[in-house]
């Protein structure tokens, strides 16, 4: 019968391709919304999530990683060379204001982390390495930055905080929620740089990697009790409390998610209009089917096919057009984040809403009195 | 012969708000195999409300329908599309083709509803076709065929799950002399050389010389009965 259902949706190809346009629109709609709300959400975690750490100890209250309140740095020796830690590394996190060559500030996250072992520092480098850093005014920025600073040349000067540094090295994939860039320097430096920590009270986190992962749950909770004025996160826990700050907090969520979901709602009435009109113009043909002996799942495929069809192919040109639109985005500084498991996923969604679209013509056929053909 | 198909004091009523309307009322009757029977009557006699109980599709207010001796019009809704399927060809007045599919797919739905495979599917459509005389036209859409055509591809369909019995309704209304008395005679062949039933709703009175059975329906009655 799924055969039928082709040959009816095929019939009528203005109808389909009006159908197509329809979908089309929605579906790309639906994954792009969807593609850069978890793109945004991976920038604001990508240095919890790259970090390779188990736990996370951070000051109390913390919402999510670009606000951090310091916090002594003898915490970090507290911690440091214990049995169950494989290492613990303090990160530092601040504000500051780059200065570009016509003499306009950008506002940058600055990021200090120990060069010797890169845990809070750039993962993946396009040039240099991210022990480049150690030792000296240095710094190294994420290739992405260009759209703002303009041409990265290694071993060209900046001033960060009034204070020129070397730029070293390029890296890839670090970005923040705010979309400032991040500028990776040694922990020392960061220390010495920004007026607002101090020697005292550098360390924004300090990144710990257990020798065992499956003791992390436990370790915290010891850790918590040991730390009372701090925060102890798992990395998992720590990327979804930031997730759930940008999300709920600056209303951003809601907003992706009203179009992500509008996009699904002009899809299924696109969908369930179209099927419904195919179906109200062929009630002849679906009352001969009855009347032939066709049973009601006979007919639920035929209708139900129709729709999978329209959904499927309106998927079909949507996910490559919006993986087409990924590279003109990336120049502009959106991340589109489309994996194989999200495009399978919307799928899935696309046609769930589809189908259950077809709900109405389902209804009509099955209230369809065969013996109409035989007044007609 | 044995009856194939038997009316028992057939009744069917419809509410019109207060008032009730018999469509039909009371109406007995038995066909055998190798028996055409025509249904004669005016408009509004209650010719296709017979043939729609005959065929399962409408259920009867009161009476019974025996297939080969078996009642079936006590069956749920479930259990009738599987009779219609295995037991009845339908031919209609208006054709009603599948505009959308060609003369031998038209004939292969009716195959695939009985999920007959591919490879037979396809041959028997294309033998009922010739059968039909229609080898030359059988990738035309209905919309390309004749009014003749069109009735011989939806009898070819009809007759394409070998049915016991066939219910045409007015199968030459729309169609010229010379096409009627062709599809009338394609309808006896189908009984007299397969030992199958026909039962023929019709105006037409050529439709009388190709029937074994007479049956005058008047106001939803059997007024007269010439066998």
Known sequence: MIWLAGRLAFHNRARLIVTLFGVVFSAYLTLTETALYIGMMENATSVIRHAGADLWAASKGVQNFDFAKPFPDDRVKTLQGREEFSWAKPISLSWGFLKLPDGAQELVEIIGYDPRTPVGGPWDMVRGAAGDVDGGDKMIVDESAGQRLGELRIGSSWEVNDRPLELVGLSRGARTFTTAPIVFTSYDLAQEMTPDISRQAAAAYIAIKLRNPKDAERVAASLRRELKDNEILTTSAFVDRTVLYWTMQTGMGAAFCLTALLGLVVGAGTIGQTVFANTMEHLGEFATLKAMGASARDLNTIILAQAGIDAGLGFAFAAPLALLSRAPLETMGVTLAISPMLLASLFCVTLVTALAAAYFSIRRVRRLDPATIFRS | ?227
């Open chain 2, 1 to 227: 012969m044995k009856p194939l198909l038997e009316a028992r004091a057939l009744t069917k009523h419809y509410e019109q708000g207060t008032i009730t309307v018999a469509a039909v009322e009371g109406v007995s009757f038995v066909v055998r195999g190798g028996e055409v029977a025509l249904i004669i009557g005016p408009s509004g006699s209650g010719k296709s409300t017979l043939l729609s109980m005959l065929g399962c599709i409408l259920r009867p207010t009161s009476g019974a329908i025996l297939l080969a001796g078996h009642e079936v019009s006590n069956l749920s809704d479930r259990d009738l599309p599987p009779i219609r399927r295995r037991c009845f060809g339908f031919v209609f007045q208006s054709f009603h083709l599948f505009p959308f599919l060609t003369a031998r797919e038209n004939v292969e739905t009716a195959l695939r509803l009985r999920k007959v495979p591919a490879d037979t599917r396809r041959r028997r459509s294309m033998e009922l076709l010739q059968g039909c005389g229609l080898e030359e036209r059988m990738e035309f859409y209905p919309a390309s065929l004749s009014g003749g055509e069109k009735q011989r591809v939806a009898i070819a369909r009809a007759l394409a799950g070998d049915p016991f019995i066939l219910l045409a309704d007015e199968p030459t209304a729309s169609l010229d002399s010379a096409n009627g008395e062709l599809i009338l005679d394609m309808l006896r062949r189908f009984a007299k050389e397969k030992g199958k039933a026909v039962i023929l709703a019709s105006h037409d009175p050529k439709a009388r010389g190709f029937a074994d059975s007479v049956y005058s329906l008047m106001d939803g009655r059997i007024v007269a009965l010439d066998a």
